[in-house]
């Protein structure tokens, strides 16, 4: 463990403090020598006397031997009170004289022995101090000493040159003064004469050596002692007359350089010395002093060197002053440069003008080269604002008006510049400008960017005046001392108090405009009282305004002087914080709550149902066939429907329930309080009845339906959780037809899990083609032979088995699998069928059909996979054809049209699939560019015998002829519905009457095994 600090000692400061230690002992052993020595002198005079002299050289002996054997920083510490306070006590006997004694309050003589002893005293004080400063591991105490002391840095020229004028002019006027007190003092007119002109040379000689400031500046300095020697010498000795030396000691105090005040020290040391041995009477009137004046001379150096500890304090501060202030003027001008801005001053009485180095370069000038001027400026201002620049200054000059503007400045290389420039009057006398400043800041790659961003930079412009500070400032007095034109805007102040300059009166009159007036004024009452307090605050205005308002200490040296308020205008910032704060948790489109605020409230709702032991419910609701909608009629009437139907939702739920719109066109209704299920069913209910009203946005009628999954509250249950079933509980009811509800159970779960397994297992199936391809013959009625086949795709699933596209085909065309899984089919069906063209040349098989799902049809890697397949299998184009739903063509028709005339331009064949099932138009028919039609098997179920019964047929078999295309029958079951075809004109059919699907194994046999013309009937 570290030792305390007050118990350091000194062998672990190493061998330098050992040897000061050593030396340190000697001393104080000596000096204790010395009071033994003069003990039986002191006894003589008085029993206390020799007893305290006694007791210090025992302590002396006894510190000193302490210090070897076991030193510690206390101890050196004590040591050197200790002498400190003898030292004391030697300087009031010797000076006043002590209290006690035969010789009471009676001066005592200085003895050769009380010199030596005092000295070594000192020595004993500064090296303790210095060497437990060294033990602490620190700065040691001379080092300290040495900070706390001016460094004697040189004043400032213009600073130097003033004090010297007026020492010199005090000099000066010594020479009268010394020449009248010689004749007042009964000397001959030629020793006064003679006193005056010694004296009258030092200012003379000042003058002539002026050019070199340290000897002209000693040379004065020792002219103010000169006069207090004659002066002296003229009172014939008095002590009284001394104190002249002292005052002029201070003076030269002012000069903050060591070299005049110490030879003014060792001046005043030595004229005491000499003067008083050689002519005693001439310096001293005290006996004592008279026989030894050499030690009063001493001790008159002494006390100069104490009563100058005055000036030495000031002339530190003044030093720690002009560092500061030297070094704010560097920051300045560094931040001016770094900023590009350059301040300006002009004095309007003597017409001086000033400049900062970075304004001198704006002006495209070298700092200093020549006295600025206005008309310099001027001349610089480019032609076009010159002007108006004039004018407005010479406003700011005559009227105080501030001055604010930009303008160009041309350069020396034929360019310009865009200054950004501010003036106002910073000083009045009697209501007149005296002297105007101002700033200029370069804008030029502002000016640069307005021409590119003038509607943004008109904002920001807009933005920054209606966020300018209003600026206040009140001295300690309480009066105005300056203020800004914003914040007579801010708080509308009349022009006679603002001339009173009164602080009192602007209060008194703004009170009436904020909405707490009595915290208004506490706030300022408070702030007063505590000049270096900082404060932020905002202040309402009756008339629905908000400013922010700060106020900090107005500080000049380290000392507040007064206070600077600043005002800022934040209403409209306010208004856009409460619109930010809505929008954050609302939907911008209906004014819904979004998704995180609809989540925070049913979190809130589930702690607080938890406390009470309510009962809630989360609906998820979902437009049904909403993608229809925007294809159709485009996202602007898309966007009117979500906001009727978000006014209908809330037209049908409670005020405590909440209705949010969780994106696209999913909402979700958040009902509390509920009692029963039957509560929360009620509300599903209501809400799919208002669905049922035809919508009209845009003033076109619309049917639009929704589908709500409910999920109530469970334990445990988060808003995720809830959010989730009844997501799960809403896609149910879009499965069991939609326009419904349904009520989360946990089934529901389960079967999104098993989903999940799916399709990572259909991932998995594709990566390992576990996709299997089964085949249907497609008959020509008139020949019975097979003409073609349709690919039908399966998966063998590894452990639920042989999956019918059903168990599958929805999942990949949400997840996007699809498009995989058709290329997969797509490369195998052309395989495999180019390889029965080849393997029976004479067979009527000539293409095999590939369904393209909606997804497939409308991405872009379609053709790629087309021509992937083809290039691959070797199969001509004409043998493939792609089915595509009636429905998957009419969503986004042009693409579409784009999308199949690209595909026939390969050379394939195009079938619509499901033919009758969908919405589409003759004028839609003719315009995508089909090969055939399939009627779907719903139409080829109700042909009987009757060909009244196959209308529809009749009249898809037709149209088909009409636009030259082939019809082919799905779902052929029966004898009677072959016949019927076969009389309709219908071409081609295919269903179980002829086949069910076969595997690629079983197919090749069939084809092996019909004969060209030879009925197929292969059940």
């Known amino acids: 463990m570290h030792k305390p600090s007050g118990s350091a000692t000194l062998p672990t400061a190493g061998r330098g403090t050992r040897h000061g230690r050593e030396v340190l002992a000697g001393v104080s052993l000596l000096v204790g020598l010395i009071h033994f020595t003069v003990c039986p002198e002191h006894f003589r005079e008085a029993t206390l006397f020799g007893l305290f002299f006694l007791v210090v050289a025992v302590l002396q002996l006894t510190w000193a031997g302490l210090i070897l054997s076991r030193p510690s920083r206390a101890l050196l510490r004590t040591g050197a009170v200790g002498n400190a306070a003898v030292l004391a006590v030697w300087l009031a006997s010797r000076t006043a004289g002590l209290p006690v004694g035969p010789g009471s309050r009676r001066p005592e003589a ?13 020595t004993v004080v500064i090296g303790a101090l210095s060497l437990s400063s060294e033990v602490t591991g620190g700065q040691s105490w001379t080092h300290r000493l040495r900070r706390w002391l001016p460094a004697g840095s040189p004043l400032p020229d213009e600073v130097w040159a003033q004090r010297h004028r007026w020492i010199l002019v005090l000099l000066t006027a010594h020479v009268p003064a010394l020449f009248l007190f010689a004749v007042v003092r009964h000397e001959s007119l030629l020793y006064a004469a ?4 010694l004296v009258a040379a030092f200012p003379g000689l000042a003058v002539v050596v002026h050019q070199h400031r340290r000897l002209t500046t000693i040379t004065a300095a020792m002219g103010l002692l000169t006069c207090s020697a004659v002066l002296v010498r003229l009172s014939g000795g008095m002590i009284e007359m001394h104190f002249h030396y002292f005052v002029m000691v201070g003076v030269i105090t002012l000069y903050q350089d ?27 009137n005290h006996p004592e002093a008279i026989r030894h004046p050499w030690q009063w001379a001493a001790v008159h150096g002494l006390f100069i060197l104490g009563m100058s500890s005055t000036g030495i304090a000031s002339w530190r501060l003044n030093e720690s002053f002009l560092e500061g202030v030297l070094e704010r003027q560097e920051k300045l001008t560094e931040a001016q440069q770094v900023g590009r801005l350059g301040s300006w001053e002009r004095n309007l009485v003597t017409s001086e003008a000033t400049w900062s180095d970075e304004f001198y370069r704006l002006m495209d000038m070298v700092p200093g080269a020549r006295t600025p001027s206005f008309a310099d400026f001027l001349n610089r201002v480019h032609p076009a604002d010159r002007e108006d620049v004039d004018s407005g200054i010479t406003r700011t000059r005559e009227q105080g008006v501030p001055y604010v503007a930009d303008f160009r400045i041309l350069l020396q290389d ?137 106020s900090t200490p107005q500080r000049v040296g ?58 809630l419910a989360v609906l998820f609701l979902d437009l049904d066939d909403f993608k229809t909608v925007n294809d159709s009629l485009g996202h602007t009437a898309g966007d009117q429907l979500l906001i009727a139907v978000s006014d209908r939702i809330r037209d049908c739920l409670r005020v405590t329930d909440t209705a949010a719109r969780l994106g696209g066109d999913e909402f979700a209704v958040l009902v509390e309080d509920a009692g029963d299920e039957a509560e929360v069913v009620a509300v599903a209910e209501r809400l799919i009845t208002a669905m049922q009203v035809p919508f009209e946005p845009g003033g076109r009628e619309m049917f639009v339906s929704a589908s709500i999954g409910i999920a109530f509250d469970r334990s445990g249950a988060t808003s995720d959780h809830l959010l989730r079933n009844a997501d799960l509980a809403m896609y149910t009811a879009k499965r069991q037809g939609k326009a419904r509800f349904a009520v989360y159970q946990a089934a529901m779960h389960t079967a999104a899990v098993d989903r999940l397994e799916i399709e990572a297992d259909l991932r998995r199936g594709l990566a390992r083609h576990e996709l299997v391809v089964e085949y ?11 003409v073609g086949v349709e690919a039908l795709v399966r998966w063998q699933h590894p452990e639920r088995g042989l999956l019918p596209p059903s168990a599958f085909i929805p999942l990949a065309e949400e997840t996007g699998l699809v498009r995989e899984v058709g290329r997969q089919v797509l490369l195998e069906a052309t395989s495999q069928t180019r390889r029965w063209q080849l393997a029976f040349p004479h067979s009527a098989l000539r293409s095999v059909s590939v369904n393209v799902s909606t997804r497939q049809l409308h991405h872009d890697d379609l053709m790629e996979h087309v021509g992937q397949a083809l290039a691959q299998s070797g199969l001509p184009a004409d043998s493939l054809v792609l089915e595509i739903t009636e429905t998957a063509m009419m969503n986004d028709t042009e693409a579409t049209i784009r999308k199949l005339r690209a595909l026939k331009s390969v050379g394939i064949r195009l079938a619509v699939d499901d033919f009758g099932t969908g919405y589409s138009s003759l004028s839609y028919l003719q315009r995508f560019p089909v090969d055939i039609l399939k009627i779907d098997q719903a139409f080829v179920a109700a042909i009987t015998s009757s060909l009244t019964d196959s209308s529809l047929a009749r009249a898809i078999v037709s149209l088909a002829h009409t636009l030259n295309l082939e019809a082919v029958a799905e779902g052929v079951e029966n004898e009677t519905q072959v016949d019927a075809l076969s009389r309709l004109g219908c071409q081609l059919a295919q269903g179980f009457y002829f086949a069910r699907p076969l595997s690629a194994h079983a197919m090749t046999g069939l084809l092996a095994g019909s004969r060209l013309g030879q009925p197929l009937v292969y059940r």
């Open 258 to 284: 060591w070299w005049p005040f110490l030879i003014a020290i060792g001046y005043v040391v030595l004229q005491h010395g000499l003067a008083g041995a050689i002519d005693p009477t001439s310096v001293y």
């Open 414 to 550: 034929g360019s310009q510049r865009w200054l950004h420039c501010r003036a106002q009057c910073t000083l009045m006398v009697d209501g007149r400008p005296v002297v105007v400043s101002g700033t200029a800041q370069e804008i030029t790659e502002r000016k640069d960017a307005e021409a590119e961003l003038r509607e943004t930079l008109s904002l920001l412009s807009a933005t920054l005046d209606a966020t300018a500070d209003g600026i206040l400032v009140v001295d300690a007095e309480g009066k105005i001392t300056s203020f800004n034109h914003k914040f007579v805007e801010i708080w509308r102040l009349p022009d006679d108090i603002l001339a009173s300059r009164n602080d009192d009166d602007a209060l008194a009159f703004v009170l009436g405009q904020v909405t707490d007036p009595e915290g208004f004024l506490g706030k300022v009452r408070e702030l007063y009282a505590q000049p270096e307090a900082d404060s932020q605050d905002v202040i309402e205005f009756r008339d629905g305004r908000t400013c922010e308002r700060y």
């Open 194 to 197: 003679t006193a005056a002109a």
């Open 558 to 615: 380290g000392v507040a002087v007064g206070r600077v308020w600043s005002f800022r205008d934040v209403t409209e910032r306010k208004r856009l914080e409460g619109e930010l704060a809505h929008q954050a948790f609302h939907d911008p489109l209906t004014n819904l709550a979004n998704q995180a605020l609809f989540r925070d409230r049913v979190d809130h709702a589930l702690v607080r149902a938890g406390r009470k032991g309510d009962r």
């Open 776 to 786: 249907q013959p497609i008959v020509s009625l008139a020949s019975s032979a097979v």
């Open 110 to 122: 200085i003895g050769l022995a009380d010199l030596l002893a005092s000295l070594l005293e000192v």
